[in-house]
């Protein structure tokens, strides 16, 4: 739809744009095609659900968008600018990945300070130098900036993720790709970390990625939605009439297995 592609006021190429993106895992003949030909826009400050199956290729489409994985073929771009081109280090830093995990995310040998700092400044992690920055991206996830001097596990599950979210934002990104943020959290600490999400995006006009099993949640975070089947996008489209009137057989399947969608 021409109008959900583009930013009020924005242009075309705002936001992130996945172009044709192919990804393999290995190489000769352990070589597996893992996502094929992808394409994907999200206008800036919009948020897209990317849902399927365990083992469809989310995850993996994720880690490509923040520069974890060399595209085998096909382009990323943020603004209409190609992420891999001579401006890559800078470029990436735009992109963060918050992920399912932050226990294994966050070294536990590192303080809270430390972690931030380093996601701020790699290799010149200096948490003193960078405190106020630190404290800042602390306080905009709700938490005591006192945290900076503590350690992982003395934190619960919730606040582990508010942290990973705070680690995430300290380097001011643009775009934001959450892979299953709350999966492993309890409900109510879900709904907690989803809304200070959600108030996160509209405060900071973050473009957003969201991986989620959960339908429901998708459908509640995102604009748009795409559907992955075995790499492959089935369907992509407005949230809510992608919801409403799936066209593809494997939509409906998924909206089925979900008791709150089935009629
Ligand atoms: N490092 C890797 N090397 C080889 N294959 C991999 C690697 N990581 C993932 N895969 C394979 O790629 C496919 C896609 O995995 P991916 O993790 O992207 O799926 P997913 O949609 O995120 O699944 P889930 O919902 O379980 O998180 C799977 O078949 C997986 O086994
Ligand atoms: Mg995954």
Redesign the pocket.
Known sequence: MADDDTTPGGTATDGLTVEDLTLI??SGRRA?T?VRSVSLRVPRGRTLGLV???????????KAVVGLLRPSAGRILLDGQDLAGARRRAAVRRVQLVSQDPYSSLNPRLTIGRAIAEAIDPGGADAGRHFAAIARSLETVSLDPAAAWRYPHEFSGGQRQRIAIARALAVEPEVIVA??ITSALDCSVQAEVLNLLLDLRQRLALTMVF?S?DLAVVRHVSDSVAV?RH?ELVESGPAATLYSNPTHPYTRHLLDSVPRFAE
């Open positions: 895992y290995g597996r893992v399927g199956e365990s083992g469809s290729g989310k995850s993996t489409i994720g892979d299953e991986i099993h992955l790499g």
